[in-house]
Each structure stands twice: as C-alpha cells, then as structure tokens.
T-cell receptor
C-alpha cells in the first residue's frame, strides 16, 4: 500500500527566505507526483505536476523535483511571501487511479 | 462551468439522518473522484468514476456510503444513518480522463463541510 510522508509538519519563516518542503513515498510505481496548496476552508489548488519520467518542474518561484527511484520529492519556494502561507500537500498518482496524500506541511511566512 | 462546484458548502445534521452531497465537475472531464478530509485521517480516497465504467468503490468506509454519477456528469455522494465519525470535509475532484491522467492534475472543488451532531 502506498504511503506518503511529508516533513516538516509545520514551518514558520520570515518573509524573503527560501525554503524546502519534503515528501517521500514508499512505492515508486507512480504515474505522477502532484503538489497542492490548501488555504483554510478551501479546496486544493494544483501547483505543480511532475510526470514519472521527469526530474523537475518550475512555475514562477516554485520548483519541484522528483527522484522516483529513491521515492522522494522536494518543493522549493524562493523568496517567500506572506501570501504563501497555506498548507502544502504532496500526492502521488498511480495505477490505482487515485491520489494518495501526505499529511501536509503548514507554512507560515511572517511579514 | 469554470471549476468544480460542490453543494452545499456546509451541512449540519443530526446523527442517524441521511445526507446527500453534490458535485458538478468541470465540463468535459470524464473522471470524477470523491475524497474525505478529516482531522485524524488526513485526505482519503473514497470513490472514482470514469465515463460509463463501473466505479472504483474501494475507498468507501462502510456500506452506509454510496455514490452515483448521472449522465457522466453530476455526482451525488449519499451517507445513510450518519454517525459522528462521518464529520469531515468531503472533496470532489475531476480530471480529463485516463488518457491524460499522467500529465493532467485533478481539479478540486471547495468541499462540503459535514458536521454530525
């Protein structure tokens, strides 16, 4: 059974810092890995999707990497802003055609 | 529509009552998913519909839970004889379909927050 772990569970940083969120998964037979953002009381917003054949994806200040063989992904946020404060969720999608989620990292960026 | 729409946004009901939650996916998306987000369990898969195929119900926690998708579009998740442990946020997502699942993300609605008294 696929299991996804995210570290740290919570993170608080001052504005302007670069930061890294970590995700690991136990079964490397995945189609893709997705990073989502969730604001309080809201659904999930897709940030980046990395296909199993890819190593990284970039969108603005966000960069996600994938090392499928070791079961790891990182989400790098450059020059963090208070508006980046949210919960970040990592999820993997495989042959079962369902997303398996980590428990999330709650990020607070202090002005 | 522009995004996945769920209703109601909030539902409070008494233990033992039945509830229906509705999801309207993005137009043209053939895949539809239900997930549940609760404090103790995080985000869990419940059920997956793809076109006219039989749904994958492997994530439904008990036979009190059922879901249907009419005409390949709108879906309804029904919980019968609700229990307090059913309290959670129920999220619906849609995607274009299996041919593009490897490179297309799932799009989520804002969810229905269900509270069982």
């Amino acid at each position: 059974k696929q299991e996804v772990t995210q570290i740290p569970a919570a993170l608080s940083v001052p504005e302007g810092e670069n930061l890294v969120l970590n995700c690991s998964f136990t079964d490397s037979a995945i189609y893709n890995l997705q990073w989502f953002r969730q604001d309080p009381g809201k659904g999930l917003t897709s940030l980046l999707l990395i296909q199993s054949s890819q190593r990284e994806q970039t969108s603005g200040r966000l960069n996600a990497s994938l090392d499928k063989s070791s079961g790891r992904s990182t989400l790098y946020i450059a020059a963090s802003q208070p508006g980046d404060s949210a919960t970040y969720l990592c999820a993997v999608f495989g042959s079962a055609r369902q997303l398996t989620f980590g428990s999330g990292t709650q990020l607070t960026v202090l002005p | 529509g522009a995004g996945v729409s769920q209703s109601p946004s909030n539902k409070v009901t008494e233990k033992g009552k039945d509830v229906e939650l509705r999801c309207d996916p993005i137009s043209g998306h053939t895949a539809l998913y239900w997930y549940r987000q609760s404090l103790g369990q995080g985000l869990e898969f419940l059920i997956y519909f793809q076109g006219n195929s039989a749904p994958d119900k492997s994530g439904l926690p008990s036979d009190r839970f059922s879901a249907e998708r009419t005409g390949g579009s709108v879906s309804t998740l029904t919980i019968q004889r609700t229990q307090q442990e059913d309290s959670a946020v129920y999220l619906c997502a849609s995607s274009p379909g299996p041919d593009r699942d490897s490179n297309q993300p799932q799009h989520f609605g804002d969810g229905t927050r269900l509270s069982i008294l």
